[in-house]
Structures are given as C-alpha cells and as structure tokens.
C-alpha cells in the first residue's frame, strides 16, 4: 500500500527522495576520501619505516617546523654524536644510528647529466630505513670510514644515466658536483649499487636521488663538518620514549649542556608526527562529513516539507480513511511508513552513488600517481543508512501526526 | 431489540464563541432490515444526526444506543472498529482514491479489518453492484454512475449491520440514480438495514419509512404508502 501510494506520485517521489540520496551520497564519498586520504599520508610516513627517531640540529618546538627552516644553521651535530649515540650501553635501545647530510648536485655519466638530490650518509642508512637494493651493494662501514669514492644511485637517476645504453651502471664512475660548484669538475666517484624502486615518502620521490659516504658529502661536496639530521630506529614501539630520553642525556653530556634551556638539537618522533598528521585529517573528515550531514538534514526539511503538502493534499483521503476504519494509529503509521520508505530507498540510492564515485575518485587518484586506498567502511554505510531513516521519520512526524489527528467530517468536506 | 434508539439527542457547535443548537433533542428507534429515509431541508440538522448515528461525530448529550449498547463510552478506537465492522457510508461525492483501481478502492476497508482473502471478498461486493467486468480500470476511467457503485460495494464489503447513503444519487443523472437506488433497494430485500439521507422526496419515496428534520427536530415519521421501486432501465415498477 506504501509502495502504491508513492508510485502514483512518481516524480514528486523522486524529487524528494533526490535530498536524500545526495545527503547520503555525500557522507559516503567524504568518508570515503577521507579514509583514503590518511591511508595516503600515514603510507607516506610509515614507508621509511616505523618506529623511528629524527635528532635536528638547534633547537626546536618537536611539534613545529625544524630550526633549518627559519634559516638558522647550527653546526653542533657531528658525526661523532652519532659515534656516541651507537654505544649500546648509553642508548640499549636503539638498533641503528645514522648521520645524514643532503644537497642538490649534478651527476655526469659520460655525455649525459642530470639534476638530482644526493644524500651524504653513513652505513647506518640501510639499518634505519627500509628500502631493497636492486643490484650491488650499499656504501658499507669499511667505504664510509676509508672515505672510498662510491656511490649508489635511486632507480631514476639510474634510468637516467644508463637506460638504453645497455651498460651495467655497478663498476662505472660517474662525476658528482654540488649545486654550488657549478664550475667544478665533480668528484668521480664508482658506482657500487642501485637501489630497488621505492616510490614517494613524505611526498618526496626516494628513488630520485643518489647516495654517497658522509665524509665526501661533508668536505668534498658541501664543506661542512656537521650533520643535518641523525635518524635513529628504535627495537619496539614501547622503547621510543626512553630511547629519546637516553639520547636527550647523551647530546647533553657531550655538548655540556647544563640547563634545558640551552639545548641546541630536536628530537623528533615520527610516531607522533603520523599521530599529527591521523588527527588533522580525521578532524578534516570529521568536519566535511558533518557538512554533508547538514545537507542530509536539508534533504530532511525537504521530506517534511513534500509531507506536509501531502497530507493537505490527501485530506479527503484521511477523511474516507478513517470513515472506514483507520485509527489515528493506523494513519498515523501509514505516512510515517511513506516517508521512511522515501527515506529509506533514496539512502539505497545514495550509498550505491556515493560508492559508485568513491571508488572512481580513487581511481582518478591512482592515475595521478597517488598511492591512495579505495576505502568503504561498513560503519560509513550504517550510518548513512540510519541517518537517513531517521531523518525520514523524524521530519515524517509532525506530518503524521497532523494527518492522524484529523477530524474525519471536517476531513471528508475539504475541498 | 432495535438496532438504533436514539433518545433526546442534543448537539450543539461552537464557533467563535457562539453556540448552535444543531440537533434540539430527537427521539427516535429503528429496526434490523429497515430502510429509512432522513429528510429535510440543508441546514436543518439531518446530516449531523447521520454523522452521529454513523460514529463519525459525538453527541453533546442524549441516549444513543447502537445494538443494544449504550455508546457513550466507546472510546476513538473502538468507534474506528464500529465504523469498520458494522458501518458502511456511501457518499454524495463518491470519495474514491484516485489512482487506484476499482478493486483496490473496494478492499480499502478489509485493509483495517481483520478479515482475510480480501480478493475474493472484494469481487464478490463488486459482483453484487454489477462491476465485475471493471475491476481493473481505475477510478478515472468509468462513469459517475459507476463510481457510485464502486462506493456500494465498498461500503459493502465488511458485511455491516447498517449502511448510511448520503445523498447517494446528488452527483448522478436520473437514470445512474435509479440504478443506484435500486441496488439500495435489493440490499434491503437481502436484510442489510439502510439509512438514506435525501432533502428530494422522490428518492426518499424508495424507502419504507421516512423521518423528516427540521430545526433540528423530528417534525415527522411515516411508512411510504405509495413505495417507488427502481429498476435498471430507469422505468419505475409500481
């Protein structure tokens, strides 16, 4: 009887249920998109590994941005901190220790050039981040204290150098000079490995850049004789505080610094940045679907709106209705069931769109290069479904309970 | 036992603060099988006196027992379950559902019932009004006459003690009215009671006994001598 009743107002059906199914829709795709998007960012994060440390020269708020950034240079961290910060006495926890320089350079193979990044780093670089070596070797513990001249190249400066040309790019020497050596020669340095394609981390291309030992970064191409950055993994999640109170006493001692206000490094935990990063974008999400949801309450006051009209509409047939038995009980359900059913087949139709384009944005996104995950959570759909019934009951009410209350002589005269 | 017995029934209306006395005190009684015509001109109180005798309004004061039983007490829902079970109302206006096809429109009040096989309860009432080649059409598409009918049936279908026909051949040509009156008539012949409210003496003359209203009070009860019985062809058997 439901059914028929909104058949026979087929388009006035359809337009009221069309709130709905965009309201619903709506929560679905945001929710959507939103899980997508902190799947993409905390993949980005986790994908140098997890549990890891970063020690930042010049102190900062670890919260914020690092000191480099306001353009302050702090030359205090050295590569016999990162000694320091080995010894598993001082700090038991930690399973690899790894000082780091980088810089903008151009490497010459032959006639071909091409612009890249280059990372000075010592043989702590393959025990704290995760990565595979395609071919070779990585800059071992011998070649970085003897300051051999190695390299090994990303996947796209290998590809840029040696692709087409059939040569095995392990054995030959390529010339690597700093951005700020433009008239220079470049230090020729032997390739020793290629590193396995590893895609984007922080949004930064890991395979576009090249890897050399420290001490040749430091004097050779930058000439600095300090570290930027020293990145430590810790053995289990537990142990990341004290590890990071471990190595807050270790670079205290050895910068006899006495009062924690003359602290001249950060240390950074990328747990806590992810968990940033997880609450920005669940608070983004969170604020975008109540955005759709205030559209589902629209489609809501659309439902009553149709309702009301519906009832003053059908007067005479409450009237007739009630003349041939409905309780107020029975005609109150009869239109409280017309517009959960509204409700209800328009969130039917608003969770198969709202998939539909989810999974289509997600698509889009992967064609643009994004390492995005097309995610539909039963919760979302529950919800969306359970909110919409609800808005149609609710905004159903009032118009159900007019119609009920009708008096049916008063009902049967209306013209 | 009458199935009707109305005693001193009094009904007044307020509106805007001023009383009118509708129905001044009627006294009045009929029995099971009876046709009774209620007449008089508008204004005059009659349709007030159906609506109350029908459940669908309340007396301000008065006895007004219905089989027997006193319905001073029954409350809102009992009286939806008489006007269900033991009422049928035949309108002036038809009041179809529009839409809908005659059929539908017929098992409307099995719907609140708790009667089963609405179908074959729904052909047969149709059956009775001589509509079983239209249960399929809608509403829309048949005559007025017709829908008259349709209106029969479907104050038929739940098989009640009374059915009240207010001004049922008001909207009709001479010819559908005679047809609807005489299937009004061969209902009475089968022992339904029927209440027929008219202000035209000619279709009041096709009941057995006729109660005239004026001001609201009963000025006059009479057996039809001279009866005028319809027939389908529009001629008038004597």
């Known amino acids: 009887m439901t059914i028929r009743s909104l058949l026979s107002r087929k388009g006035r059906s359809l337009l009221t249920m069309l709130g709905i199914v965009i309201g619903v829709a709506g929560v679905i795709i945001i929710i959507s998109l939103g899980a997508g998007a902190q799947s993409l960012v905390l993949g980005q994060v986790n994908k140098l590994g997890s549990n890891l440390l970063s020690i930042q020269p010049g102190k900062s708020d670890?919260?914020?941005?690092?000191?480099?950034?306001?353009?302050?240079?702090?030359?205090?961290?050295?590569?016999?901190?990162?000694?320091?910060?080995?010894?598993?006495?001082?700090?038991?926890h930690a399973v690899g220790v790894n000082g780091l320089v980088r810089g903008v350079g151009t490497v010459v193979w032959q006639n071909k050039s091409t612009e890249t990044n280059f990372i000075g780093t010592d043989f702590g670089y393959a025990q704290v981040v995760n990565f595979s070596m395609m071919s070779g070797e990585f800059i071992s513990e011998t070649a970085n204290s003897g300051g051999a001249k190695v390299a090994v190249l990303g996947s796209k400066v290998a590809d840029a150098l040696f692709a087409g040309t059939g040569?095995?790019?392990?054995?030959?020497?390529?010339?690597?000079?700093?951005?700020?050596?433009?008239?220079?020669?470049?230090?020729?340095?032997?390739?020793?490995?290629v590193v396995a394609p590893r895609g984007s981390a922080f949004f930064q291309d890991q395979d576009d850049q090249i890897f050399v030992p420290l001490t040749i970064a430091e004097g050779q191409l930058l000439g600095i004789h300090y570290l930027q950055m020293i990145s430590i993994k810790v053995d289990s999640s537990e142990n990341v505080d004290q590890t990071i109170s471990d190595v807050t006493s270790?670079?205290?001692?050895?910068?006899?610094?006495?009062?924690?206000?003359?602290?001249?490094?950060?240390?950074?935990?990328?747990?806590?940045?992810?968990?940033?990063?997880?609450?920005?974008?669940?608070?983004?999400?969170?604020?975008?679907?109540?955005?759709?949801?205030?559209?589902?309450?629209?489609?809501?006051?659309?439902?009553?709106?149709?309702?009301?009209?519906?009832?003053?509409?059908?007067?005479?047939?409450?009237?007739l209705r009630k003349a041939v038995g409905a309780?107020?009980?029975?005609?109150?359900?009869?239109?409280?069931?017309?517009?959960?059913?509204?409700?209800?087949?328009?969130?039917?139709?608003?969770?198969?769109?709202?998939?539909?384009?989810?999974?289509?944005?997600?698509?889009?996104?992967?064609?643009?290069?994004?390492?995005?995950?097309?995610?539909?959570?039963?919760?979302?759909?529950?919800?969306?479904?359970?909110?919409?019934?609800?808005?149609?009951?609710?905004?159903?009410?009032?118009?159900?309970?007019?119609?009920?209350?009708?008096?049916?002589?008063?009902?049967?005269?209306?013209? | 036992m009458p199935i009707i017995k109305i005693e001193n029934l009094k009904k007044d209306y307020e509106s805007?603060?001023?009383?009118?006395?509708?129905?001044?005190?009627?006294?009045?009684?009929?029995?099971?099988?009876?046709?009774?015509?209620?007449?008089?001109?508008?204004?005059?109180?009659?349709?007030?006196l159906m609506h109350i005798l029908s459940?669908?309004?309340?007396?301000?004061s008065g006895l007004y027992e219905f089989e027997g039983q006193d319905t001073k007490d029954f409350d809102k829902d009992y009286l939806a379950q008489l006007r269900n079970e033991r009422i049928g109302f035949v309108f002036q206006s038809f009041n179809l559902l529009a839409r809908t096809t005659v059929l539908d429109n017929v098992k409307l009040p099995l719907i609140y019932s708790n009667k089963k096989d609405h179908d074959n309860?729904?052909?047969?009432?149709?059956?009775?009004?001589?509509?079983?080649?239209?249960?399929?059409?809608?509403?829309?598409?048949?005559?007025?006459?017709?829908?008259?009918?349709?209106?029969?049936?479907?104050?038929?279908?739940?098989?009640?003690?009374?059915?009240?026909?207010d001004e049922p051949t008001g909207n009709l040509d001479s010819k559908s009215g005679n047809a609807v009156l005489e299937i009004l008539q061969k209902l009475n012949d089968r022992g339904h009671t029927i209440i027929l409210v008219t202000h035209e003496m000619d279709t009041a003359n096709h009941a057995k006994r006729i109660i005239y209203i004026r001001d609201g009070l009963l000025v006059g009860?009479?057996?039809?001598?001279?009866?005028?019985?319809?027939?389908?062809?529009?001629?008038?058997?004597?």
Request: glycine share 10%; charged share 20%.
């Open chain 1, 62 to 92: 670890p919260k914020g941005p690092p000191a480099q950034v306001y353009g302050v240079v702090v030359t205090t961290l050295v590569e016999s901190d990162a000694e320091a910060l080995r010894s598993s006495s001082q700090v038991p």
């Open chain 1, 167 to 193: 040569v095995d790019p392990i054995g030959q020497v390529i010339k690597v000079r700093s951005a700020s050596q433009k008239d220079a020669g470049g230090i020729p340095l032997r390739i020793v490995g």
């Open chain 1, 250 to 319: 270790v670079l205290k001692t050895r910068h006899r610094i006495l009062s924690d206000d003359d602290i001249d490094f950060t240390v950074r935990n990328q747990a806590a940045a992810a968990d940033i990063l997880k609450t920005i974008t669940s608070a983004l999400s969170l604020f975008l679907t109540s955005m759709a949801a205030i559209s589902l309450v629209v489609g809501g006051v659309g439902i009553l709106n149709i309702m009301l009209a519906t009832v003053a509409e059908r007067t005479r047939e409450i009237g």
């Open chain 1, 327 to 415: 309780t107020n009980g029975m005609v109150m359900r009869q239109f409280l069931l017309e517009a959960g059913t509204l409700t209800f087949i328009g969130g039917a139709f608003g969770i198969i769109i709202g998939i539909v384009l989810s999974y289509l944005m997600a698509v889009l996104m992967r064609y643009l290069g994004f390492d995005w995950d097309f995610v539909i959570s039963i919760s979302s759909v529950l919800v969306a479904v359970g909110v919409s019934i609800l808005t149609g009951v609710i905004f159903g009410l009032y118009p159900s309970f007019k119609a009920s209350k009708l008096n049916p002589i008063d009902a049967l005269r209306y013209e």
């Open chain 2, 16 to 48: 805007e603060g001023v009383i009118t006395n509708v129905l001044r005190g009627v006294d009045f009684s009929m029995e099971q099988g009876e046709f009774v015509a209620i007449m008089g001109p508008s204004g005059s109180g009659k349709s007030t």
């Open chain 2, 55 to 60: 459940f669908l309004d309340k007396p301000t």
């Open chain 2, 121 to 165: 309860l729904a052909k047969k009432a149709l059956a009775d009004v001589g509509l079983s080649h239209r249960l399929d059409f809608f509403t829309n598409q048949i005559s007025g006459g017709e829908k008259q009918r349709v209106a029969i049936a479907r104050a038929l279908v739940c098989d009640p003690a009374v059915i009240f026909a």
């Open chain 2, 221 to 238: 009860d009479e057996k039809v001598l001279k009866r005028t019985l319809a027939t389908s062809d529009g001629e008038l058997r004597k």
